[in-house]
Antibody
Framework: HVQLVQSGAEVKKPGASVMVSCRAS????????MHWVRQAPGQGLEWMGW????????LFAQKFEGWVTMMRDTSTGTAYMELSRLKSDDTAVYYC???????????WGQGTLVTVSS | QSALTQPASVSGSPGQSITISCTGT?????????VSWYQQHPGKIPKLMIY???YRPSGVSNRFSGSKSGNTASLTISGLQAEDEADYYC??????????FGTGTKVTVL
C-alpha cells in the first residue's frame, strides 16, 4: 500500500523557518520524484518544486528560489521541505506528492498546516 | 512560471455536460501532452481525474474526459451529478521542467 505520511501542524512566527517531512512507504523511494505543493486558505494549488530522491537534484518554482530547500533521507524514505523567512502569507497547507510522470501525482500526503502568526 | 488560466466558476444542472477550459502558452500546454486535472472537495486532498491530456486513472468515472487544442486544455464532465460539485485544477509540465497549476474552477451543480 503506497502511502505518504507528513509531519504534524506547525505554528511559526514571522521570520522563522519551518521543516515539513514526508515519509514514504510501499514503494521504492528513490524511483519517483517527490513534489511539494501548497494551498493557502481558500486559495488554489501552488506548485513549489521537486526533488529527485535518487540523487538529490532539485528544481524550484521561480517564486521560491532562494528560500525553499528540499532534501531527502534515503535510509528512511523521507523527503523534507524547509521554507525560511516565513511571512504571514506563507500560512497554508503543504502537501508532498509522488510524481508518476512528468506532471501527475499519486498519492498525495495528507497535508501539513503551517500557520505563520506573531 | 505563470498560473494557467481557468474560469472561476462553471455551473450546470444534473445530467447536463459542462466543460472547464485551461489556457496556457506554447511553452507549456501547447508544447507537451502533459496536462492533468484534479478534483478537490472542501477539506480534502486533490484527486487525480485525468492525466496526459485524456487518460483516466483506474476508478475514475468515464463521465470525465480530457482534451487539448493548441494552448488550451479542457475537462468535460458529462451527466453531471451532485457529487461532482468541487473545485477543479489543471496542471501542465513546462519548458523549464517546472509545473504550473491552473487558477482553479468551482463547479456548482444547480
Amino acid at each position: 500500500h503506497v502511502q505518504l505520511v507528513q509531519s504534524g501542524a506547525e505554528v511559526k512566527k514571522p521570520g522563522a523557518s519551518v521543516m515539513v517531512s514526508c515519509r514514504a512507504s510501499g514503494y521504492t523511494f528513490t524511483g519517483y520524484y517527490m513534489h511539494w505543493v501548497r494551498q493557502a486558505p481558500g486559495q488554489g494549488l501552488e506548485w513549489m518544486g521537486w526533488i529527485n530522491p535518487n540523487n538529490g537534484d532539485t528544481l524550484f518554482a521561480q517564486k521560491f528560489e532562494g528560500w525553499v530547500t528540499m532534501m531527502r533521507d534515503t535510509s528512511t524514505g523521507t523527503a523534507y521541505m524547509e521554507l525560511s523567512r516565513l511571512k504571514s502569507d506563507d500560512t497554508a497547507v503543504y502537501y508532498c506528492a509522488r510524481a508518476m510522470s512528468a506532471n501527475w501525482f499519486d498519492p498525495w500526503g495528507q497535508g501539513t498546516l503551517v500557520t505563520v502568526s506573531s | 512560471q505563470s498560473a494557467l488560466t481557468q474560469p472561476a466558476s462553471v455551473s450546470g444542472s444534473p445530467g447536463q455536460s459542462i466543460t472547464i477550459s485551461c489556457t496556457g502558452t506554447s511553452s507549456d500546454i501547447g508544447l507537451y501532452n502533459y496536462v492533468s486535472w484534479y478534483q478537490q472537495h472542501p477539506g480534502k486532498i486533490p484527486k487525480l481525474m485525468i492525466y496526459d491530456v485524456g487518460y483516466r486513472p483506474s476508478g475514475v468515472s468515464n463521465r470525465f474526459s480530457g482534451s487539448k487544442s493548441g494552448n488550451t486544455a479542457s475537462l468535460t464532465i458529462s451527466g453531471l451529478q451532485a457529487e461532482d460539485e468541487a473545485d477543479y485544477y489543471c496542471t501542465s509540465y513546462t519548458i523549464t521542467s517546472a509545473l504550473a497549476f491552473g487558477t482553479g474552477t468551482k463547479v456548482t451543480v444547480l
